[in-house]
């Protein structure tokens, strides 16, 4: 079965750069999210995405951060200016078209460290 | 009261040992509720979905108490794979994009 891909897998980047978090999704799955987990805590939901729009976001996801599928296809997460605590391990996740419940598939995940 | 809370761990069991997680949750609104297995410093990957019913699948029975909130996850037969982080997942009733809360995990470590 198809799996969900993310880009880069490790990404290092100094304070206040920018960084994007590419996901590649499947071609029948409909609701995108992103998740982070900081390293020995919980995974924490940031936003999901259906329909090319946002339908819910965490308060974790403020200003800094923005979700766009620019080309039809991929699925980004930007964080506009980097601050160290955004070090974190970002999962994106998708539910699978015409499963009667919603089981979300993760990614491998893109690893943030901010110096 | 944590939305979802699990015993962190580690539990340290033998080979072909018998183990049981618990989970308990705070909404009961609640609707959808999984195990997932997180290795380190690896995505969580989806065990089962876990039904009023219950649920078995192979090795690990899944059993959901919505009166008291209570999830539980049993591994008969532990082999040294199963060595994980057991992560209790709910989905907390929200819109219709279906947010998944996670708890902390619970550390298994199997040994020979």
């Known amino acids: 079965e198809p799996e969900v891909t993310q880009t880069p897998s490790h990404q290092v980047t100094q304070m206040g750069q920018e960084v994007i978090l590419r996901c590649v999704p499947i071609?029948?799955?409909?609701?995108f999210y992103w998740y982070r987990q900081i390293l020995g805590q919980k995974v924490e939901f940031l936003v999901s995405?259906?329909?090319?729009?946002?339908?819910?976001k965490s308060e974790i996801f403020d200003d800094q951060f923005s979700v766009e599928r620019p080309d039809g296809s991929n699925f980004t997460l930007k964080i506009r200016s980097t601050k160290l605590e955004d070090s974190a391990m970002y999962f994106c996740?998708?539910?699978?078209?015409?499963?009667?419940?919603?089981?979300?598939?993760f990614g491998p995940g893109t690893r943030l460290t901010v110096t | 009261r944590k939305e979802v809370e699990q015993d962190p761990g580690p539990f340290n069991v033998p080979e072909g040992a018998t183990v049981a997680f618990n989970c308990t949750y705070s909404?009961?609104?609640?609707?959808?509720f999984f195990w997932y297995r997180q290795d380190c410093r690896k995505e969580p990957k989806l065990l089962m979905s876990?039904?009023?019913s219950g649920n078995e699948d192979g090795r690990f029975t899944a059993q959901l108490n919505r009166a008291s909130q209570y999830i539980s996850l049993l591994i008969r037969d532990s082999k040294l794979s199963d060595s994980a982080t057991y992560l209790c997942?709910?989905?907390?009733?929200?819109?219709?994009?279906?947010?998944?809360?996670f708890g902390t995990g619970t550390r298994l470590q199997v040994t020979l």
């Open positions: 995405f259906y329909n090319n729009e946002i339908s819910e």
């Open positions: 996740a998708q539910i699978k078209a015409g499963t009667g419940v919603y089981e979300q598939y």
């Open positions: 876990v039904y009023s």
């Open positions: 071609s029948n799955h409909l609701y």
């Open positions: 909404n009961s609104a609640s609707q959808s």
């Open positions: 997942v709910v989905n907390m009733p929200t819109g219709t994009a279906s947010k998944l809360t």
